[in-house]
């Protein structure tokens, strides 16, 4: 797969959109210059909930996060201690791994890592693992000559506790690299990418942060006459991935509504009406409204990031061509870089999908939830 990752600035807002080789936009999302996922902080227990086995940790700006007593089971302490139980005042080091959403805090765990252009240090993680998610023999071999990044990051490691121990609460001891860095380079772990942005300070980042591979290609995008965004009609992909309801080419259309509990998606036939008076014809065009239905909506899924659960309506079909569907579901989730599941079809006939989250959703980035 060949894709091209555009960053650009509309309007003072600098965007990240990924496209595939035929143009198709799968991925939209304004840059969060602000976030502090990845971050690695000296944080103070503020309390210890026991009844939910949980703590509040605040880090900078006193921005209090959630912390699993369950899920983190060494904490790395920098106050002396008579026992290992979290408490109040302690000094802890943490690694933000989720941004806070909505009345939700951020989440920060005792799970340390340190992120290379190829391998990962972590302080619960020991000997050397290569992650199953790489299949190609040549890319392994190259990853375990690799092992000049791997010392590297020990060094970073070590640098880092030594500073933390020093430091004073609400510490800022690591900021990772940006998002859209890890972002790029998981694409390029399979598949090749063409970088394209407009925006020099974000140009001299990529030349700074992306490891050399024969992967990625990096450009910088010079016309004034053209903005890249004009170029690739990303002001048309928002404007669609923020509206409720989205033509398809057939004339049908989708109903998209996004809840706090799941996101629903109704597939009509719209202009889409075939005169035909057999069933066989009315099965044919309702199977070629839901296949391209399937089509634009797993798009829109990406586009939007939608994730939980998402129920869809498509037109009633027989048996037979709902099997043709499932298929050609299953097989767009498959292509979805963000781990998608068709799960089945109800006794309603509605197809269930869930999707992880991974971030905001579009219109939350926006404020336009």
Known sequence: MEYKYIITDINN??????YTSDNTCHYLKPLDSGSVVGNIYVGR???????INAAFIEIEDKQKCYYSI???????????KNNPAICQGDRILVKVITEPLKTKPAKVSSKIELTGNYSV?????????????????ETITEIKKRVADILIQKQQYTDMLRKAVFSKFYTLVHKDRPEYIEEIVHLSGKDSVE???????????????????????????KDELWPLYKLYSIEKEIDTA???????KSGGYLIIEQTEALSVIDVNSGKNVTKAKSMEAIEASALKTNLEAADK??????????????????????QRNCDILMEH???LAKKDIVNTTIVDITKLGLVEITRKKIGKSLSESLNKA
């Open 13 to 18: 807002k600098i965007f990240c959109c990924i």
């Open 45 to 51: 227990v503020e309390n210890v909930v026991k009844n």
């Open 70 to 80: 369950q899920d983190n089971k060494t904490p790395i302490f920098f106050n002396e």
């Open 121 to 137: 240090v972590s302080n619960d993680v020991k000997g050397v693992h290569i992650s199953k998610k790489i299949k190609s023999n």
């Open 195 to 221: 970088i394209i942005t407009d925006i020099p300070a974000i140009y001299n980042e990529l030349e700074t942060y992306l490891p050399r591979s024969s992967n990625i290609s990096i450009r910088m995008y």
């Open 242 to 248: 923020l509206s409720k309801k989205v033509w398809l």
């Open 297 to 318: 909506l797993c798009q829109q899924i990406k586009v939007r990031n939608l994730s939980g659960i998402i129920i869809v309506d498509f037109i009633n079909m027989n």
């Open 329 to 331: 579901l299953k097989s």
